[in-house]
C-alpha cells in the first residue's frame, strides 16, 4: 500500500484527501522509479515528492525567465497576505532571488476584524523565520477608513459596486504608492494561473476589452515614473499544486476561513464553473491562458497610441497617484464613502445585513483538508 495526495477543486472548495492504492506501474513517479504521490491531469504528469518539487520550482524560474519579470540586482516588493500564494511566492524568490536581488514585504491590512489580523500573523512570522524585512500599511493609516467600516454601506446601497473592487483598488493605490516610495523597481503579486484565467473570462463576459489588454504576467500598458512594474511569478502554476507545494514542504500559510466579505464577489461564479471544465477537461486552464497570450500579442497598442494614453496621465490632487482624472479612482471612491457614512450617522449595520454576512461567511475558495 502507498499514500498520495488527491487534489479535487469542487464549488469554491479544493478538498485535499489523502489516499492509500495497492502499488502497480501506473503508481510510480515518471522521473524515478518512487511511488507518485501526486497526478497532474493535464499532463499527465506522476510525480514523486521530490520531483514535483523539482518540476514546481522550475515552472516558478521559468516563468520569470519567459516573461522576463525581472533582472538581478532590481529591488522587488512582495505584496504578502499570509495566503499560500503569496507565501509560496516569498518563499520561492528568497530562495532562488535573495542573493541577485534586495526583497522586501509589504503586509497591507484592510481592517477586517477575526480574519485580516491572523493571516498577517503568519505572513510576519513567514518574513522573521526568512529573515525579510517587511512593512505594515493599513487602509486606516492610508485612507482612514477599514474595510468593515466601508463593507456595510456597500451591502446596503448596491449602487456603490462591489467589495472586492473596493477593496482592490484601495489595495493597488498602497502598493504602487509604498512600491514607489521605497523605490522597489518591481512589486510582485501572488496571482495564480486560476486568478489569470478567471479575470480574463470575467472580462470577456464583461465586455472589458482594457481590462484584457492591460492583464498578463506584467500587467498595464503605459511606463511612467509614478507607476512601478507589477510582475506575478505565479502565472503559469495552477492554485492546486500550490496548496499541494505548501502541504508537501510543511510552509505555513493562511487557510482558514476567508474574509468575511468575499462571498459578494463575482469571481466565485466563474471560478466554479472554471474548476468543473478544469476536472472534466484537465489542460482547459491552460489552453484559456495560451489563447489569452496569442489575444494580446495581437491587440496589444502600438507605440504611438501608447505615448497618447502617456500625456493623459496627471497626478491625483489629493494622493498624488497617477490617474487620467483629476483625483483618482481610489480617492473618489473614498470620498463617496466618507459621505454615505456621515449620511448613515454611526455606520450601524441592519439586521439583515448581519444576518446575510453570517450565513454566506464560507462561500469563498476556502481550502479544505480531508485528511
Ligand atoms: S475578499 Fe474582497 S473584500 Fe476581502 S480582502 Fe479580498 S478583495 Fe478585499
Ligand atoms: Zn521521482
Ligand atoms: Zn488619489
Known amino acids: 500500500m502507498f499514500h498520495y495526495l488527491k487534489l479535487t477543486m469542487t464549488k469554491n472548495k479544493i478538498i485535499v484527501e489523502k489516499k492509500s492504492t495497492k502499488l502497480n506501474s501506473k503508481f510510480v513517479c515518471d522521473k524515478c522509479n518512487k511511488k507518485k504521490v501526486i497526478t497532474l491531469n493535464y499532463g499527465p504528469h506522476n510525480f514523486c515528492k521530490k520531483h514535483f518539487n523539482i518540476f ?67 505572513a510576519k512570522k513567514t518574513c522573521k523565520k526568512l529573515g525579510v524585512k517587511y512593512h505594515i500599511i493599513s487602509f486606516k493609516k492610508r485612507f482612514g477608513i477599514t474595510n468593515d467600516e466601508i463593507m456595510p454601506i456597500l451591502l446596503e446601497n448596491k449602487k456603490l459596486g462591489g467589495t472586492c473592487a473596493f477593496c ?75 496548496i499541494a507545494y505548501c502541504a508537501f514542504n510543511n510552509i505555513e500559510h493562511y487557510s482558514q476561513e476567508c474574509c468575511p466579505y468575499s462571498w459578494t464577489a463575482k469571481r466565485n461564479e466563474y471560478r466554479e464553473m472554471l474548476n468543473k471544465f478544469e476536472n472534466r477537461f484537465p489542460g482547459n486552464d491552460y489552453s484559456i491562458l495560451r489563447f489569452y497570450e496569442t489575444l494580446k500579442k495581437k491587440i496589444t497598442p502600438t507605440k504611438n497610441e501608447k505615448e497618447i494614453l502617456q500625456k493623459q496621465l ?26 454615505e457614512k456621515k449620511i448613515k450617522k454611526k455606520n450601524k449595520i441592519t439586521k439583515n445585513t448581519k444576518k446575510f454576512i453570517k450565513k454566506n461567511k464560507l462561500t469563498c475558495a476556502i481550502t479544505k483538508y480531508n485528511k
Open 56 to 122: 514546481f520550482e522550475n515552472r516558478f524560474k521559468k516563468t520569470i525567465r519567459k516573461y522576463s519579470l525581472f533582472k538581478s540586482k532590481e529591488k522587488l516588493l512582495i505584496a504578502v497576505s499570509g495566503g499560500k500564494d503569496s507565501i509560496v511566492t516569498l518563499t520561492l524568490l528568497n530562495k532562488f532571488y535573495s542573493k541577485s536581488n534586495p526583497i522586501e514585504v509589504l503586509i497591507i491590512d484592510e481592517g477586517v476584524k477575526n480574519y485580516r489580523n491572523k493571516a498577517i500573523k503568519i
Open 168 to 242: 482592490g483598488v484601495m489595495r493597488r493605490n498602497i502598493m504602487n504608492n509604498f512600491a514607489r516610495k521605497m523605490k522597489a523597481d518591481k512589486l510582485v503579486t501572488g496571482h495564480n494561473l486560476n486568478d489569470e484565467v478567471q479575470s480574463f473570462v470575467m472580462n470577456v463576459f464583461n465586455n472589458e476589452i482594457e481590462r484584457i489588454i492591460r492583464s498578463g504576467a506584467k500587467p498595464g500598458i503605459i511606463k511612467h515614473n509614478n507607476f512601478v512594474k507589477r510582475i506575478k511569478p505565479l502565472y503559469e502554476t495552477p492554485e492546486k499544486e500550490i
Open 314 to 339: 496627471k497626478e491625483c490632487s489629493i494622493c498624488g497617484e497617477p490617474t487620467e482624472k483629476k483625483i483618482c479612482k481610489t480617492c473618489e471612491l473614498i470620498q463617496k464613502m466618507k459621505n
